[in-house]
């Protein structure tokens, strides 16, 4: 099967990668690869890359305070999440120190290669070598092939193309290295090689390559099969703390098939979907979000959903559900409140596109804080003037599984609003005992 021009395209931008001098880089500052373990994980919509770097530090170097993570432009855009952990010690008595990964402040290489900052908290001495183990994420970078799939009565298959390298991307001189790439069937249509190339079943080995210089890159492609899945396009979240009772969140979709379509123009059927009927629909991503769910919310849940077949459609529904107040709302040590929620999707292999989530606090609630483990846009405003609810909006695109995390938002209440509600229940009871006080002696 030849590959679209699209496809050829990705990969002749890629190779210039590789053709460009690595004179254009800052200097490695005494830093060599030692050896890179490389495992792209494909078994899923996303492309999930661990990398396990042995780094050394020349003897004749000062002490090195980072180590420095290139991706291509390419890499960049469809980046939605990475981090870094410094591991020290062998077998039982290893030690997993995160690090704080951040763009870095040297320019871009001519070629577009943009660097990461590992940061490392202790600086890596001359003669010194440590194993740094980097996780990241990439999103929309599988591309159907063929795009459209004509018959809708038969099974069709559904193929799509992945692109990345041989070899790593990095910014200093790799000694040892090998790339590993786990799909998620052995239903393989091509790959390119790059000798010694090896596949066997579901996975597929690039290397051992050795004494490769800086920012060498050798583009691959990969034609495969993967199954069905859903991206949410929109999610807005919306989470009522109150004073005391319940919490109220409810959850606005909006979700679509995001693969191969069908040529033939398909039924659409609009429908509202009862939770004991949600566990026997066959919508990809739908079933694993109901699973996901907390298990007091699957009695309250409604669905209006728009479905096409399968290979094409589109989906909105709402869910809403009540969490117990005790469970997550505390006092901090300096007398300030705060909620303990967690930020995202439930589902690990879908990605959210554009997320919202918006805490509406109790009243009389001021100086909000969040505490986001991750850059987020955030805002504050008053929901309503008169009783004066605070409203804190969070908002961040291109959201993973690796983004459902905790998270807080603090506050400070007015005392007065504490004792507002039961203040109002005395006074009705004792307007009510007045006025039978008042009919019996009268």
């Not at 763009?103 to 740094?132: F, I, M």
């Not at 079943?201 to 199954?227: F, Q, W």
């Not at 069905?228 to 959850?251: N, S």
């Not at 989530?357 to 609630?365: F, K």
Request: proline share 7%; net charge positive.
């Amino acid at each position: 099967m030849t590959p679209p021009i699209w496809s050829l395209a990705i990969v002749v931008v890629l190779f210039f990668l590789s053709a460009v001098s690595s004179s254009s880089l800052p200097p490695e500052d005494g830093i060599r690869v030692v050896s890179a373990e490389r495992l792209i994980h494909l078994t899923g919509p996303i492309a999930r890359v661990i990398i396990t770097l042995e780094v050394e530090n020349s003897a004749a170097a000062s002490d090195a305070s980072q180590v420095l993570l290139a991706f291509t432009p390419w890499e960049v855009k469809h980046l939605a999440f990475v981090k870094a952990t410094r591991v020290d010690g062998k077998h039982r008595k290893k030690a997993h120190e995160p690090l704080r990964v951040q763009a870095s402040d040297l320019p871009a290489t001519p070629n577009g290669v943009r660097l990461y900052s590992a940061l490392l908290s202790t600086h890596l001495k001359p003669g010194e070598s440590t194993t740094l183990e980097v996780l990241y994420v990439l999103t929309h970078v599988l591309d159907p092939y063929p795009g459209r799939i004509v018959s809708q009565y038969a099974e069709p298959r559904q193929l799509v193309y992945y692109h990345d390298s041989a070899v790593l991307l990095s910014p200093y001189h790799v000694v040892e290295q090998v790339t590993y790439i786990k799909m998620p069937s052995d239903m393989v249509e091509s790959f390119t090689k790059v000798d010694p190339t090896s596949c066997a079943g579901a996975e597929m080995k690039y290397g051992t390559y050795y004494d490769r210089m800086p920012i060498t890159y050798l583009p691959i492609s990969v034609h495969y099969e993967n199954r069905p899945f859903a991206v949410v396009q929109k999610l807005e979240r919306k989470v009522d703390v109150p004073r005391r009772g319940h919490i109220k969140v409810t959850d606005k979709y909006k979700m679509k098939r995001d693969g191969a379509w069908y040529k033939r123009i398909f039924l659409r059927l609009a429908a509202t979907i009862l939770p004991d009927s949600l566990f026997r629909l066959e919508c990809p991503g739908i079933l694993p979000f109901a699973k996901a769910l907390p298990s007091s919310s699957k009695d309250r849940l409604y669905f209006t959903l728009v479905q096409g077949p399968r290979y094409g459609w589109h989906c909105t529904f709402t869910a809403g559900y009540g969490l117990p107040l005790e469970n997550y709302l505390f006092v901090s040590v300096d007398g300030r409140f705060y909620i303990n929620l967690t930020f995202g999707f439930p589902e690990l292999d879908t990605v959210v596109d554009d997320f919202a989530t918006t805490i509406v606090l109790p009243e009389g609630s001021k100086n909000p804080q969040t505490i986001v483990p991750f850059p987020t846009k955030t805002s504050y405003s008053y929901l309503y003037y008169v009783t004066g609810r605070t409203k804190v909006v969070l908002k961040k695109k291109n959201v993973v599984g690796e983004h459902n995390v905790p998270f807080q938002v603090y506050y400070e209440s007015n005392a007065i609003f504490v004792l507002a509600d039961p203040l109002t229940v005395w006074a009705v009871i004792g307007f009510i005992a007045v006025c039978i006080a008042y009919f019996y002696f009268t």
